[in-house]
C-alpha cells in the first residue's frame, strides 16, 4: 500500500515534461546556429545512443513488455539512462505503454496517431493524464523504479549539474540536443509507426488488429524499433526483426546484457 500511495502522490506529470522538451527543443536549435563542429556534433549523436537505448531497450522491451531478463547491473543502468533521456519516467511509460497496447489504434489508445493531432503525435503529448497503477503492479515493489520515478526531476538535475562542470557546452550537446532527438525519434516511432505519414516506406506482414507497420526510416533513427508490425503481432519479442535483413541493434545489445 505504501508503494503505491508513494507513485500515486508523485504521479509523472506532463506539464513538467512538455516544459522540459521545449527546453531541450531550444537547446537543439541552439545548436545548430552555433554552426558545424563535428567533435561536438558527435557527442550529441553518441549521448542520444545511448538515452535512445534508455528508451527502447530499457523502458520499452524491458521494464513495459519483459521481453528479456539481464542482471541488476544492467537493470540499474537501463532504468537511470531511460530516466535521463527525460521523455517519461521508467514507471509512466510502462503504465502507458501497455494501456496503449490494450488498445493499440483505438479512440482508447493514450497516444495513437489517428485519434489526436499530427502535432499532438510527434511531441507525444497524451489524450490523457490518468495512471492505471494496475498497469504497473509487477513493479510497483521496486524501489529503484519507485526512486527514479519519485526524483526523476532530481536525477536529471543532477545529471545537467555534472554536465556543467565537466564543460558548459555538454549541457546544451550532451543533454538538451539528445533529448530534443529522443522526442523525434520517438515521435517518428509513434506516428510512422502506426501508419500515419510515409506510408510507402512501410509495410505488413502480420494482420493486426491496429495500424502498426514495419517502417524502413523508423527503423534507422530509433536503432531497431522500426520492426513495430512485428512488434504489435509478438510484443515479447527481443529481436524484432523477423526476416534476415530486418536488423535490430536493439535487440543486439538485447543479446549482450540478457542472461
Keep these: 500500500m505504501g508503494s503505491e500511495m508513494c507513485i500515486r502522490d ?3 506529470t506532463k506539464p513538467k515534461g512538455d516544459s522540459l522538451r521545449w ?10 546556429l552555433m554552426g558545424p563542429s563535428n567533435l561536438l556534433w558527435v557527442t550529441a549523436i553518441v549521448y542520444f545512443w545511448f538515452s535512445s537505448i534508455g528508451i527502447f531497450v530499457g523502458q520499452h522491451r524491458y521494464f513495459a513488455h519483459r521481453s528479456f531478463k539481464t542482471n541488476k547491473f544492467w537493470e540499474s543502468v537501463l532504468n537511470v539512462t531511460g530516466t535521463l533521456a527525460s521523455l517519461s519516467s521508467v514507471f509512466g511509460y510502462i503504465v502507458k ?12 489508445d493514450p497516444h495513437s496517431p489517428h485519434h489526436m493531432s499530427l ?3 510527434w511531441t507525444l503529448g497524451l489524450k490523457d493524464e ?11 515493489q521496486n524501489n529503484a523504479i519507485l526512486h527514479t520515478h519519485k526524483y526523476f526531476f532530481g536525477y536529471i538535475l543532477v545529471y545537467i549539474l555534472v554536465l556543467a562542470l565537466i564543460n558548459p557546452l555538454l549541457v546544451l550537446y550532451g543533454y538538451l540536443a539528445p533529448v530534443s532527438l529522443c522526442v523525434w525519434a520517438t515521435g517518428a516511432f509513434n ?14 506482414t502480420y494482420d493486426t488488429n491496429d495500424k502498426s507497420m514495419n517502417h524502413w526510416l523508423v527503423n534507422i533513427i530509433t ?3 522500426g520492426w513495430h508490425n512485428n512488434h504489435h503481432n509478438d510484443p515479447s519479442l527481443p529481436y524484432q526483426g523477423n526476416k534476415w535483413w530486418e536488423w ?7 543479446k549482450v546484457i540478457s542472461k
Excluded at 527546453?23 to 545548430?32: D, I, K
Excluded at 490518468?130 to 510497483?140: E, P
Excluded at 510512422?192 to 506510408?199: A, D, P, S, V
Excluded at 535490430?248 to 538485447?254: A, S, V
Design 23 to 32: 527546453l531541450a527543443h531550444a537547446g537543439l536549435l541552439a545548436v545548430m
Design 248 to 254: 535490430d541493434i536493439n535487440g543486439l545489445i538485447i
Design 10 to 12: 508523485r504521479a509523472y
Design 119 to 121: 502535432w499532438k503525435s
Design 191 to 204: 506516428t510512422w509507426g502506426h501508419g500515419k505519414g510515409l506510408t510507402w516506406l512501410g509495410y505488413r
Design 97 to 108: 505503454h501497455r494501456e496503449h497496447h490494450k488498445a493499440s489504434d483505438s479512440d482508447s
Design 223 to 225: 536503432f531497431g524499433e
Design 130 to 140: 490518468n495512471y492505471n497503477l494496475r498497469l504497473a503492479k509487477d513493479w510497483i
